[in-house]
């Protein structure tokens, strides 16, 4: 499916960085790049590639698609702090897609499948998110506990770095298979999803901008107040 325009995908938000153009005819020119860290080093210059090999100049970009989370917070931020200024120095709108719907997008599902897109969120933990076979979600995002973890009752076609954990935890209790799609969410697929809401819903706001989804906290802390500043 894609909207009457040409949509910027991006993602940073999981140990993996992507930008994509997909024009207003459905083809695509995309780039992706497996990183834990180096995100805001990588998203320009991928962003230069795509868009110089699809001969597209920036000013012709009619919508900007990234992700929001769930992801860590320093990619979540780079992805998003970088769609914000493109958004307001090319006065175009930007929507914010999840980490997990865009997961869930390239997966091929049978009839009647529950999609369940995770990613491994270490500490015994997962971010997971359940769709229809169609792509419509059930749940919403949520951090979870992998011990004791509840799922939808029917077949279960399970994607992301999480998959495995889930397959291992549920063992012969559950029907499930491994999808077959990638792991790590693309910025194709983010770019896909924007151009189908877009056709649903039309265009946000340009002034709006989309915000983080932070289901954990991050892990730095702030000093103990009283303490000497060094």
């Known amino acids: 499916m894609t909207a009457s325009l040409t949509i910027l995908g991006l993602d940073t938000a ?18 992706f790049e497996p990183m834990s860290k180096g ?12 868009l110089a090999e699809a001969g597209v100049p920036a000013k012709e970009i009619g919508a900007i698609a990234v992700t929001i989370g769930p992801g860590t917070f320093t990619g979540t931020r780079v992805g998003l702090s970088f769609a914000r200024a493109l958004g307001i120095a090319l006065k175009k709108p930007v929507i914010g897609i999840t980490t997990l719907e865009a997961l869930a997008g390239p997966v091929t599902a049978e009839e009647g499948e529950i999609i369940v897109a995770a990613f491994d969120a270490r500490r015994g933990e997962i971010y997971l998110q359940c769709f229809t076979s169609e792509g ?11 011990a004791g973890l ?21 063992g012969a209790a559950r029907i499930w298979r491994l999808s077959q799609a990638p792991e790590l969410p693309h910025a194709l697929s983010v770019a896909r999803l ?12 340009v002034e709006d901008r989309p915000l983080p989804l932070y289901l954990r906290a991050p892990d730095a802390k702030l000093p103990q107040s009283g303490g000497a500043l060094r």
């Not at 999981?14 to 780039?31: E, K, N, T, W």
């Not at 924007?194 to 706001?205: D, S």
């Open 136 to 146: 419509a979600p059930i749940t919403a995002p949520a951090l979870v506990p992998l």
């Open 14 to 31: 999981q140990p993996a960085c992507s930008a994509a153009l997909l024009r207003a005819d459905g083809s695509a020119v995309s780039r």
């Open 194 to 205: 924007a151009a189908g809401r877009i056709e649903k819903e039309g265009l946000p706001p």
């Open 39 to 50: 995100h805001a080093e990588a998203l320009a210059p991928m962003t230069e590639e795509v």
């Open 150 to 170: 509840e799922l939808p009752a029917g077949k279960l076609c399970l994607a992301g770095t999480g998959a495995k954990l889930i397959a291992e935890e549920t």
